[in-house]
């Protein structure tokens, strides 16, 4: 693989993708590379209790503004270790699709991407933002896998067989 001149750092801000995140700061750090972090925002939030349909518009733009800052302090702190960063705030229902949009017109050369292990029902409901990019990205992908979360003891106990 040659180095890569742009790497795509897609966040939303869980632990997971911040990990991501590290990992495509200290690649950038060995090439020189450049880091473009990437949040989507869904265009037609699910509004939490207590907020109307009637004030939506302001909603969606506190949702903007807030990932605009977050995205803001974490370029910060990566331009500090010496590395270029720019950030990108994506308006979309498909989180993935919005990747893929980004990574072809800022051409990336890289993309570094958490997947939070989701297995069984919850894929199937919620499906993968990251098997989607793999998928379909026109460059390399880089996945980072989030930490397996440790069993409570008593579903280690009901799963795991006896041994005698």
């Given amino acids: 693989m040659l180095a890569p001149k742009l790497i795509l750092s897609p966040i939303d801000f869980s632990d997971a993708s911040l990990e991501a995140l590290q990992t495509a700061t200290d690649i950038a750090s060995k090439y020189g590379s450049e880091i473009l972090l990437i ?35 974490l370029a910060s702190g990566i331009q500090q270790k010496g590395v270029r960063t720019r950030t990108r ?28 292990g989701m297995t069984g029902w919850r894929r199937l409901a919620f499906g993968s933002v990251t098997e989607k990019v ?25 799963s795991e067989p006896a041994v005698a």
């Fill in 89 to 116: 705030i994506g308006l979309a229902n498909d989180a993935a699709m919005e990747i893929i949009r980004a990574a072809e017109s800022e051409k990336v050369d890289l993309i570094v991407i958490a997947t939070h």
């Fill in 134 to 158: 793999v998928r379909t990205a026109n460059c390399p992908v880089l996945v980072i896998r989030a930490p397996v979360a440790a069993k409570p003891q008593s579903e280690t106990a009901e």
């Fill in 39 to 73: 949040h989507a925002v869904p265009v037609i939030p699910t509004l939490p209790p207590g907020v109307s349909i009637l004030s939506e518009g302001p909603y969606a733009e506190k949702l903007i503004g807030s990932a605009e800052q977050h995205l803001a302090d």
